[in-house]
Each structure stands twice: as structure tokens, then as C-alpha cells.
């Protein structure tokens, strides 16, 4: 991706200055901001990147992607916690690509300040 061009995320930040700092190395400050991350890494294929950022506890042993599948937006629709020093957090989100849309609720912790995504939150 050209770090100059607009970030898949959404913010309206270059990639640069948004998700490919992340993507590099640097730590996500919220559970916000390493959802988008992960979006981005949806969006550029970055399997890597996806499997770095899943909590050990859920992460599975290979992830294939979908070369067809074409990801355009990412709505984030609610946020509990998951601040800078909150341990874990709850991003609702609705991913668009091309044919339709995903839409989770995604629970993440930090741990040696770093965030992890650990998977879909399910309710009663």
C-alpha cells in the first residue's frame, strides 16, 4: 500500500499516519484503534499481522483469507472501555465488502500494554 494514500480504516489519516504504524510494530493505544488495525490488515492481506494481534488464548493455528472478498468500510458502532489503561474493552463494528456486510461485537485485553483481539462477544 502507498503510505500516502488514504488508511482502509476510515479515519481519513494517510496509512502512514494511521494503521501502518501499527502495522509496523507500534502498539495500538485502544482497543479502537487495533480494531481498525485489524480492518486495514483485512483489507491489505496482511495475515501476519492478523495472527500477531489475536490473544493466544483464541488465536487459531493458520488463517486463509478470502482473495475475492473485497473489504471498502469499516462503521465502528459502539465502544465500552478499552482506553489507554483499561485491560479490556468491546468494539462494535460493521465491516462493508463488496456483496454485504459483517457485523460484530469484538472483545480485546491488553496485556504488557499491548492490545489483543479475543474474539466475537457473545451474549445469553
Known amino acids: 500500500m502507498d503510505d500516502s494514500g488514504r488508511c482502509p480504516c476510515g479515519t481519513g489519516l494517510t496509512y502512514s499516519e494511521c494503521c501502518g504504524r501499527l502495522h509496523a510494530g507500534a502498539a495500538a493505544p485502544t482497543a479502537d484503534a487495533l480494531m481498525r488495525s485489524r480492518f486495514s490488515a483485512f483489507a491489505l492481506g496482511d495475515v501476519g499481522y492478523l ?22 468500510r469499516l462503521d465502528i458502532l459502539d465502544r465500552v472501555d478499552g482506553r489507554p489503561l483499561d485491560s479490556s474493552g468491546v468494539v462494535e463494528f460493521e465491516a462493508f465488502y463488496r456483496g454485504g456486510s459483517q457485523r460484530e461485537r469484538s472483545r480485546f485485553v491488553r496485556e504488557g500494554g499491548r492490545w489483543y483481539y479475543v474474539g466475537e462477544e457473545i451474549t445469553g
Open 51 to 72: 495472527l500477531d494481534t489475536w490473544h493466544v488464548s483464541t488465536r487459531p493455528a493458520a488463517l486463509e483469507l478470502d482473495d475475492e472478498v473485497r473489504w471498502l
